[in-house]
């Protein structure tokens, strides 16, 4: 066992499970949708982005890619977020709280694409 | 994947970005749990967003303020710990960035990325340097001086570093890294389409021989030039088809064996190959009689065979009697009075200091003229720093192997069918002798290039016009001076290549064919002049026939049509003095 294979597998599968975990739910209920996950979700993907930097293999390149796209999204989800409660004025109604969603569903189908490669790595090396 | 910069990077500030991301993370966490109150005293608890915000401003040492309401003391304790957190992964991200900068090998891997995108957008014709020793230092500045690029790949930083303080037309790009690598070939350009040639100049053999073998696999195109010490090396290069193979030590026995019996074909060679700015002769014919040869290495070695193929008494000096196994050899060095006696010094017309050890030779050479003040003095040079030395001395003939080689290499790169020349004429040595008379006559004492002019592929466009439409030029037509058709450039034709055929000082008036090669020497002015023969058809009309047509489309067109006047009889050589032989 090698601890960095297991910090690398903890913080994709975490930042898959965190995103996941903000996601489910009716898509324009605020109350399904917590906040703070997403911030989470947030930080641990860009860790998980951060740790797979430097990985000259062609499947390094494609679990930076997916991490990258998944980072973007979920920044864009907090961006939004921040201006439907704070700067739009009508607070996280129905319609903002499906935006931030959606954003968010997009991340989570790249971090999917991320577990697959996870997945798959560690089925090819048979050991 | 090719290693590059960035990926080094990214791998050296993992750490740092992933410190500074969870300190971030752990201070919005901080400030969204910790409760406060707002302007009325109310309980209230700051959302992720202000909370970011809060932390941005504190973390890079801005420091807005409290906000959006005053703190409580609670927070104010969380936001000193965020203070001295963030200061420090601030300090820790920063210092990684700047270590990164005076990392060896992240500037390594910079440096290279930087070669290789240097050597992939070079856009004209240019060459391969591998080792950037003495010799290759002489070879790259004399190529550059002719105008050329130059890629130098050499495996010692120091001797690189000497390339940045070396003065170049266009800086050459430098790389340190073993030339026996294949991959470093590649990254100097070896599949690179403007390759023109590769110079194997290393002082290690089997690396040379490496190159060879790598350019003629992986670019067959592309002409090798390589310098061995090692017959068996030379051989095995010769084998697969090394275009050019130069053995200082041979082709030292060579210009003595000229030197003995051809003065003037050595001349001949000499200027040239050597290039040599003096009309003065690098050395005097060689006297026949009873030789004193000192040191029997390779060098030694290749003068004795020499010797003897000239039917010479020689007698040989060597202090290693494993070496001389073959032959006779009187022990030691010859730098004592004793041993030059011994071997018979008295009766002696030359002898050969041919040690690899500097200081041996001068001692040698200043004792032999002790003894003997008219002796003949052969002394090879080992070191460059010496050439003050045996500047001093003032032998008969310094042979110094690495200027040897730079000179062969620069003349076969920008002249390869010189070669051809070369070898015709060291067999046979009345051409030779015609063709230094010729040269004498043309160029007389001025400096001398050499060049080939190709009658084919576009190379000289005029001449192919004529050759098309049936029209007779011949060699001394591209001889002619473009101002004044009855006066001759400074220069004259050496051979020429028709298929199969070389000919050897083609006559002048032998009329070339498309297809045609013809290799030239004379003054790089001429060169020049030639150009305006082979390049503008009113130029070549006004030299062949006289006429001196309109240049304009509209006087071409509109403009007194000109009968073309009697081409010039080619024996009339009365004006050019170049062609009398």
Same mark, same amino acid.
């Given at each position: 066992?090698?601890?960095?294979?297991?910090?690398?597998?903890?913080?994709?599968?975490?930042?898959?499970?965190?995103?996941?975990?903000?996601?489910?739910?009716?898509?324009?209920?605020?109350?399904?949708?917590?906040?703070?996950?997403?911030?989470?979700?947030?930080?641990?993907?860009?860790?998980?982005?951060?740790?797979?930097?430097?990985?000259?293999?062609?499947?390094?390149?494609?679990?930076?890619?997916?991490?990258?796209?998944?980072?973007?999204?979920?920044?864009?989800?907090?961006i939004a977020w921040a201006w439907f409660a704070h700067i739009h004025g009508s607070g996280i109604d129905a319609a903002g709280i499906s935006t931030v969603v959606s954003l968010s569903a997009g991340a989570l189908l790249a971090n999917i694409v991320s577990l697959v490669l996870l997945v798959s790595e560690t089925l090819a090396l048979r050991r | 994947m090719k290693s590059s910069a960035i990926f080094i990077a990214l791998r050296r500030l993992r750490a740092p970005i992933v410190v500074l991301v969870l300190v971030y993370a752990l201070g919005v966490l901080g400030f969204v749990l910790i409760p406060g109150v707002d302007a009325d005293g109310k309980p209230w608890h700051m959302d992720i967003f202000h909370a970011f915000y809060v932390i941005s401003y504190t973390a890079t040492t801005i420091g807005f303020g409290e906000l959006p309401y005053a703190f409580t003391d609670a927070q104010r304790l969380w936001t000193i710990l965020v203070i001295y957190l963030s200061v420090f992964g601030w300090t820790y991200a920063l210092g990684s960035l700047l270590a990164l900068g005076r990392d060896r090998p992240f500037q390594q891997a910079l440096h290279?990325?930087?070669?290789?995108?240097?050597?992939?957008?070079?856009?004209?014709?240019?060459?391969?340097?591998?080792?950037?020793?003495?010799?290759?230092?002489?070879?790259?500045?004399?190529?550059?001086?002719?105008?050329?690029?130059?890629?130098?790949?050499?495996?010692?930083?120091?001797?690189?570093?000497?390339?940045?303080?070396?003065?170049?037309?266009?800086?050459?790009?430098?790389?340190?890294?073993?030339?026996?690598?294949?991959?470093?070939?590649?990254?100097?350009?070896?599949?690179?389409?403007?390759?023109?040639?590769?110079?194997?100049?290393?002082?290690?053999?089997?690396?040379?021989?490496?190159?060879?073998?790598?350019?003629?696999?992986?670019?067959?195109?592309?002409?090798?030039?390589?310098?061995?010490?090692?017959?068996?090396?030379?051989?095995?290069?010769?084998?697969?088809?090394?275009?050019?193979?130069?053995?200082?030590?041979?082709?030292?026995?060579?210009?003595?064996?000229?030197?003995?019996?051809?003065?003037?074909?050595?001349?001949?060679?000499?200027?040239?190959?050597?290039?040599?700015?003096?009309?003065?002769?690098?050395?005097?014919?060689?006297?026949?009689?009873?030789?004193?040869?000192?040191?029997?290495?390779?060098?030694?070695?290749?003068?004795?065979?020499?010797?003897?193929?000239?039917?010479?008494?020689?007698?040989?000096?060597?202090?290693?009697?494993?070496?001389?196994?073959?032959?006779?050899?009187?022990?030691?060095?010859?730098?004592?009075?004793?041993?030059?006696?011994?071997?018979?010094?008295?009766?002696?017309?030359?002898?050969?200091?041919?040690?690899?050890?500097?200081?041996?030779?001068?001692?040698?050479?200043?004792?032999?003229?002790?003894?003997?003040?008219?002796?003949?003095?052969?002394?090879?040079?080992? #070191?460059?720093?010496?050439?003050? =030395?045996?500047?001093?001395?003032?032998? *008969?003939?310094? $042979?110094?192997? %690495?200027? !040897?080689?730079?000179?062969?290499?620069?003349?076969?790169?920008?002249?390869?069918?010189?070669?051809?020349?070369?070898?015709?004429?060291?067999?046979?040595?009345?051409?030779?002798?015609?063709?230094?008379?010729?040269?004498?006559?043309?160029?007389?004492?001025?400096?001398?290039?050499?060049?080939?002019?190709?009658?084919?592929?576009?190379?000289?466009?005029?001449?192919?016009?004529?050759?098309?439409?049936?029209?007779?030029?011949?060699?001394?037509?591209?001889?002619?001076?473009?101002?004044?058709?009855?006066?001759?450039?400074?220069?004259?034709?050496?051979?020429?290549?028709?298929?199969?055929?070389?000919?050897?000082?083609?006559?002048?008036?032998?009329?070339?064919?498309?297809?045609?090669?013809?290799?030239?020497?004379?003054?790089?002015?001429?060169? #020049?002049?030639?150009?305006?023969? =082979?390049?503008?058809?009113?130029?070549? *009309?006004?030299? $062949?026939?006289? %006429?001196? !047509?309109?240049?304009?489309?509209?006087?071409?067109?509109?403009?007194?049509?000109?009968?073309?006047?009697?081409?010039?009889?080619?024996?009339?050589?009365?004006?050019?003095?170049?062609?009398?032989?």
């Amino acid at each position: 066992m090698n601890i960095e294979k297991v910090v690398f597998a903890f913080f994709i599968v975490l930042s898959a499970t965190l995103n996941f975990g903000f996601v489910y739910g009716e898509i324009d209920n605020p109350a399904h949708h917590d906040v703070y996950e997403l911030f989470a979700s947030v930080v641990v993907n860009i860790v998980a982005m951060v740790l797979k930097f430097g990985d000259r293999t062609q499947v390094g390149a494609v679990h930076l890619a997916t991490s990258i796209v998944a980072v973007l999204q979920l920044i864009a989800a907090s961006i939004a977020w921040a201006w439907f409660a704070h700067i739009h004025g009508s607070g996280i109604d129905a319609a903002g709280i499906s935006t931030v969603v959606s954003l968010s569903a997009g991340a989570l189908l790249a971090n999917i694409v991320s577990l697959v490669l996870l997945v798959s790595e560690t089925l090819a090396l048979r050991r | 994947m090719k290693s590059s910069a960035i990926f080094i990077a990214l791998r050296r500030l993992r750490a740092p970005i992933v410190v500074l991301v969870l300190v971030y993370a752990l201070g919005v966490l901080g400030f969204v749990l910790i409760p406060g109150v707002d302007a009325d005293g109310k309980p209230w608890h700051m959302d992720i967003f202000h909370a970011f915000y809060v932390i941005s401003y504190t973390a890079t040492t801005i420091g807005f303020g409290e906000l959006p309401y005053a703190f409580t003391d609670a927070q104010r304790l969380w936001t000193i710990l965020v203070i001295y957190l963030s200061v420090f992964g601030w300090t820790y991200a920063l210092g990684s960035l700047l270590a990164l900068g005076r990392d060896r090998p992240f500037q390594q891997a910079l440096h290279t990325q930087r070669f290789a995108r240097g050597v992939h957008s070079i856009a004209e014709p240019f060459y391969l340097v591998c080792g950037y020793g003495e010799t290759g230092g002489l070879v790259c500045a004399a190529l550059d001086r002719a105008g050329l690029r130059v890629v130098v790949l050499e495996q010692d930083p120091a001797r690189l570093a000497e390339l940045d303080l070396q003065d170049f037309r266009s800086k050459p790009y430098g790389l340190v890294a073993d030339v026996r690598s294949t991959d470093a070939l590649r990254k100097a350009g070896l599949e690179h389409k403007r390759l023109a040639g590769v110079l194997a100049l290393t002082n290690d053999d089997e690396a040379n021989l490496k190159v060879a073998i790598a350019v003629r696999l992986l670019n067959p195109e592309v002409p090798v030039l390589a310098r061995v010490r090692n017959k068996a090396v030379a051989a095995n290069m010769a084998s697969f088809g090394t275009d050019h193979i130069i053995n200082p030590f041979t082709v030292f026995g060579e210009y003595l064996s000229l030197l003995l019996r051809a003065p003037r074909v050595y001349r001949l060679l000499d200027r040239l190959i050597g290039s040599a700015a003096s009309p003065e002769p690098k050395a005097r014919p060689l006297p026949r009689g009873h030789w004193i040869v000192c040191g029997y290495g390779r060098f030694g070695r290749e003068v004795v065979a020499c010797f003897d193929r000239e039917g010479l008494d020689v007698t040989i000096i060597e202090p290693d009697p494993k070496r001389a196994a073959n032959r006779t050899a009187l022990p030691g060095t010859g730098t004592e009075a004793d041993q030059l006696h011994s071997a018979g010094i008295e009766s002696a017309v030359g002898i050969v200091a041919g040690t690899d050890d500097d200081v041996d030779n001068l001692s040698i050479a200043v004792t032999a003229r002790e003894i003997r003040p008219e002796i003949y003095l052969v002394v090879r040079q080992n #070191e460059q720093s010496n050439t003050p =030395l045996f500047a001093a001395l003032g032998a *008969d003939f310094t $042979v110094v192997s %690495r200027a !040897i080689v730079s000179e062969h290499a620069v003349a076969l790169v920008r002249t390869p069918r010189l070669e051809c020349f070369i070898d015709r004429v060291i067999s046979n040595e009345a051409a030779g002798e015609a063709a230094m008379t010729r040269l004498e006559a043309a160029v007389g004492s001025r400096k001398v290039t050499t060049w080939r002019t190709g009658v084919h592929h576009g190379a000289a466009p005029a001449i192919e016009r004529a050759l098309d439409r049936g029209q007779q030029i011949t060699v001394e037509h591209l001889l002619r001076e473009p101002g004044d058709r009855t006066t001759s450039l400074h220069a004259i034709a050496l051979m020429l290549f028709r298929g199969e055929d070389e000919i050897l000082l083609p006559p002048p008036g032998m009329p070339l064919a498309a297809g045609d090669d013809v290799l030239f020497a004379g003054t790089a002015g001429a060169r #020049e002049r030639q150009r305006m023969i =082979l390049a503008d058809d009113n130029v070549r *009309d006004y030299v $062949v026939l006289g %006429r001196d !047509i309109p240049g304009g489309w509209v006087w071409q067109r509109f403009g007194p049509k000109s009968t073309p006047l009697p081409e010039r009889p080619v024996a009339q050589d009365g004006g050019s003095g170049n062609t009398a032989s």
